[in-house]
């Protein structure tokens, strides 16, 4: 069982930076791959970035954010650093855990077993 909290959130300017936070608990995160995943108001719940529970393993993007967003992990945390935000990147942000040991990152929901509460992001324009 892993337990996930984000932090972090906030309202910032269109171009501005912010950086979520996701502590997670229980013995076995080292063995978890990561995401984050996002949710507008009236949308589906849409996939951010993933990273593998492997040291040196993968690293995937979803188009919208590659090259503004970075994923890492560290000692029972994972980061999302946003850098160059925009509106259309106002969301609730989840983080996600997937405990089947995949060497694939997984990108639908439905293939993460654990979830955070979820973290509010507004950018202003």
């Known amino acids: 069982q892993v337990q996930l909290v984000e932090s972090g959130g906030g309202l910032v300017q269109a171009g501005g930076s912010l950086r979520l936070s996701c502590a997670a608990s229980?013995?076995?995160?080292?063995?978890?791959?990561m995401g984050w995943f996002r949710q507008a108001p009236g949308k589906e719940r849409e996939f951010v970035a993933a990273?593998?529970?492997?040291?040196?393993?993968s690293i995937y993007y979803a188009d919208s954010v590659k090259g503004r967003f970075t994923i890492s992990r560290d000692n029972g945390m994972v980061y999302l650093q946003m850098n160059s935000v925009a509106p259309e990147d106002t969301a609730i942000y989840y983080c996600a855990a997937d405990r089947s040991r995949s060497t694939v990152l997984h990108t639908t929901p439905g293939a993460m077993d654990y979830w955070g509460q979820g973290t509010q992001v507004t950018v202003s324009s």
């Open positions: 990273i593998s529970w492997r040291t040196g393993g």
């Open positions: 229980g013995r076995t995160f080292s063995t978890y791959s």
